[in-house]
Nanobody, 115 residues
Framework: QVQLVESGGGLVQAGGSLRLSCAAS????????MGWYRQGPGKERELVAR???????NYEHSVKGRFTISRDNVKNTVSLQINSLKPEDTAVYYC?????????WGQGTQVTVSS
């Protein structure tokens, strides 16, 4: 059974930082692309950052230079370092694993940025 468990969300002031983590189990982690998505209030879920199995990354335009995705194929974790937080970054952040047609999602972690 595949499980993705996010942690690290919280309430932070604008300009602050957070580090989100996602622990994966039940899959051969190194084969999967890992990504972070978010869904803000009244908005659709969107890609924030993704790293494929070869380490290639892509970021949503508005987070480039502020967010950094990383993965540890030994610990089976993927992290998202978030700096210079803005109120518009407020959202539920989800971890996703994908390989071919397979995809798995975590339950999400709330990030709230106060102005």
């Amino acid at each position: 059974q595949v499980q993705l468990v996010e942690s690290g969300g919280g309430l932070v002031q604008a300009g602050g930082s957070l580090r989100l983590s996602c622990a994966a189990s039940g899959l051969i982690f190194r084969y999967y692309a890992m990504g972070w998505y978010r869904q803000g209030p009244g908005k659709e879920r969107e890609l924030v950052a993704r790293m494929d199995s070869g380490g290639i990354t892509n970021y949503e335009h508005s987070v480039k230079g502020r967010f950094t995705i990383s993965r540890d194929n030994v610990k089976n974790t993927v992290s998202l370092q978030i700096n210079s937080l803005k109120p518009e970054d407020t959202a539920v952040y989800y971890c996703r694993a994908d390989f071919g047609r397979e995809e798995y999602w975590g339950q999400g972690t709330q990030v709230t940025v106060s102005s």
